[in-house]
């Protein structure tokens, strides 16, 4: 592995565990050695990996997720002098506009969706199709935590601790073969469950849909993810399975995976198709191309108090440009935002 | 004055909102990002205040009861308090008191134009008021002060332009503005029912 002296960009998968979030991985020790009830809690290693975070809610991990956390690479990416947001923001302040299109209706409203059975299909031109429970597709993937910031279109952003594997360990899965030149995603579509997708005054074609250029994809940042802060993802947060592309703005990172296409044409996705002056395909955080109703200069670093706003300056590729910036080279990012 | 208690109540139901909410983001009720929601529900206040406003004269023609009118001047600048505490909000928690960003949304953002178009009509109609305005400008004051509708229409483009996805909310204000623009023409007004006046009036007019 080539070692990186950071310059631009601040993550980088050598970086040292920051001291603070050593130091409450001490916290934690000490106090399961003090004796303080852990030991009496059901499921205690899900507890205690939870516990890595503050403030984090249990959750009702299904079994592969909890068998898989006990070999997951904590900290294999992080971020460098910035801190993580609080669990509570991460998971109460959402766009899954299939459960609501207000910030905190996700959180309300997605606890009805059932996440366990759930099935992902693999189709398109891949070497390998398929209809896979999902503890069967998790099977192959070794998971590893990447603690990554993520820029909203909208101007704010967070920095949260995703579990996941990368992009690339499921394509060396499905085998694209050589007409594969996009990957495709595909959120649940299941109107009972989700109420954004019975409103009949909804400017989104359901379902969701989301892509990546193959190389993007293959791109070591980019990952599915299946967990968050030390615990399985919260439905609101695009349970089982989710796409985390960090450079990107959010709303590529696509929720509740239900199939992956590997396709040769440049798929429709969402918000490309309500307005494409205003969400590209790409959709790569660029401080230097505005969205037509508001600068993409600056964001909103959450949580922003009202005293004391934390308003920051946004990066190239959301401060991933050394690992991304090559994928676009020759590529007028003005025209292709 | 006339309806004392009445128009005490107005004042306080206006001026409990604003209070509230910053009370709930000083008290880290409002999530993550308290300027945001406050900019939102300013907005929104503004929308609504408007909206009670417009329908202070149908209600009026309606139940016959000056009450309604005796408030409208006082919803009317409660309308205006909102829509300045609004762009305050704007101003200091989305552009962060950043003068030049100002200068630039101003030139190219088609909704904070048309927010702003709305938000001088809105100061013109304020400033214009009082007794003496009302006296001096005459018969002109009352066309002057159907820019109320013009502001609504503004106000109604701009929350249009602002929304992303569903368009459910929007269409509930913009059909309740509708409304009370219909019941302002002249067929309408006339066939307007007087509820409690009624019985009062049927006798005369069979002489």
């Known amino acids: 592995m080539l070692i990186k002296i950071p310059k631009a960009s601040d993550c980088h998968e050598s970086d040292v565990t920051p001291e603070s979030f050593y130091l409450s991985r001490r916290h934690l020790l000490g106090a399961t050695v003090a004796g303080l009830a852990v030991g009496g809690l059901p499921r205690w290693a899900t507890a205690g990996e939870a516990a890595r975070y503050s403030d984090v809610e249990p959750g009702d991990a299904p079994s592969w997720f909890s068998e898989k956390l006990a070999s997951n690479k904590w900290g294999a990416v992080n971020v460098k002098d910035e801190a993580i947001t609080p669990f509570k923001d991460a998971t109460h302040y959402n766009n899954f506009y299939e459960f609501g299109t207000e910030k905190g209706d996700p959180a309300a409203n997605a606890g009805v969706l059932k996440t366990e059975p759930w099935t992902v299909v693999v189709d398109g031109e891949v070497g390998r199709p398929g209809r896979y429970a999902l503890e069967d597709f998790m099977k192959p993937y070794q998971l590893e935590e990447r603690i990554y910031r993520l820029r909203c279109v909208e101007a704010w952003s967070m920095v949260i601790p995703w579990i996941g594997f990368p992009i690339s360990a499921l394509l060396n899965q499905v085998e694209p073969t050589s007409k594969a030149k996009y990957i495709r995603f595909e959120t649940l579509q299941d109107p009972k469950v989700m109420p954004g997708q019975r409103s009949g005054f909804a400017l989104i074609d359901w379902p969701y849909v989301e892509g990546l250029r193959l190389d993007e994809a293959m791109n070591p ?25 960090p450079w990107k703005y959010g709303f590529k990172s696509i929720k509740s995976i239900v199939r992956i296409s590997l396709v040769s044409e440049q798929p429709k996705t969402t918000w490309q198709s309500i307005a494409a002056n205003e969400y590209g395909f790409y959709a790569n955080v660029n401080p230097t191309v505005d969205h037509p109703r508001w600068t993409q200069a600056r964001e909103r670093r959450l949580p922003s108090g009202l005293f004391k706003p934390n308003v920051r300056d946004t990066q190239m590729f959301n401060g991933y440009a050394d690992e991304v910036a090559s994928l676009y080279t020759g590529l007028d990012l003005r025209k292709n935002y | 004055m006339r309806y004392p208690l009445w128009r005490v109540g107005v004042f306080l139901a206006a001026l409990v909102w604003p209070l509230l909410w910053l009370y709930q983001a000083w008290a880290d009720a409002l999530g993550p990002d308290p300027g945001k929601v406050l900019v939102d529900r300013l907005g ?7 909206l009670i406003t417009l329908s202070m004269t149908p209600l009026q023609k309606l139940t016959g009861w000056a009450g309604w009118i005796a408030v409208r001047r006082q919803l009317g600048l409660w309308c ?77 483009l701009h929350m249009l332009w602002i929304v992303r996805a569903d368009l459910k909310e929007w269409s509930i204000y913009a059909a309740i503005g509708a409304f009370l623009l219909v019941l302002r023409l002249p067929p309408v007004t006339r066939r307007i029912p007087r509820l409690m006046a009624k019985k009062a009036f049927l006798p005369e007019k069979r002489n």
């Open chain 1, 221 to 245: 940042l980019a990952i599915m993810a299946v967990g968050m802060y030390g615990r399985e993802l919260p439905n609101q947060n695009g349970a089982p399975l989710r796409l985390v592309v």
């Open chain 2, 80 to 156: 205006f308090a909102y829509v300045i505490l609004h762009l305050c909000a704007y101003l200091a928690f989305i552009l962060g008191f950043d003068w030049s960003q100002l200068g630039v949304e101003l030139r190219k953002r088609p909704y904070i134009i048309v927010g702003v178009l709305g938000f001088v009509c809105l100061l013109v109609l304020a400033l214009t008021s009082n007794r003496y305005s009302q006296r001096r400008l005459g018969v002109r004051w009352k066309k002057l002060h159907r820019l109320v509708y013009l502001v609504l229409g503004l106000g109604l």
């Open chain 2, 44 to 50: 929104l206040g503004t929308l609504v205040l408007l």
